[in-house]
């Protein structure tokens, strides 16, 4: 079982700031790949961004959805069992309650239905 906690959701302006964080718990963290999604109101769960799980080398594969690229970084810290998405330069389109997702998958996905555990989500709501 994987426990996934977002957090840093909240209220901003057009062109703001934020970073959401997943704290995860239940299984080595570093060895599972991670993603962000995003579900806005009458809309399916879209992909935004997803993490490579660690390797060799500290260097991380990292994708994202083309309306975000630019935009959002993702990021983990190992140490924190911690995964991140900065968000920057929010437009009122990004509002949408944000989930952590983990996948079992050996290779990083975009897909959805390849994460098997989630997080209960956190608000983003960007204001015009």
């Known amino acids: 079982q994987v426990q996934l906690v977002e957090s840093g959701g909240g209220l901003v302006q057009a062109g703001g700031s934020l970073r959401l964080s997943c704290a995860a718990s239940g299984r080595t963290f570093s060895s599972f790949s991670m993603g962000w999604f995003r579900q806005a109101p009458g809309k399916e769960r879209d992909f935004v961004a997803a993490i490579s799980k660690s390797g060799a080398s500290t260097y991380y594969s990292t994708y994202y959805a083309d309306s975000v690229k630019g935009r959002f970084t993702i990021s983990r810290d190992n140490a924190k069992n911690t995964v991140y998405l900065q968000m920057n330069s929010l437009k009122p389109e990004d509002t949408a309650v944000y989930y952590c997702?983990?996948?079992?998958?050996?290779?990083?996905?975009?897909?959805?239905?390849?994460?098997?555990?989630w997080g209960q989500g956190t608000q983003v709501t960007v204001s015009s």
């Open positions: 997702a983990h996948t079992s998958r050996l290779v990083i996905t975009t897909q959805r239905g390849g994460y098997d555990y």
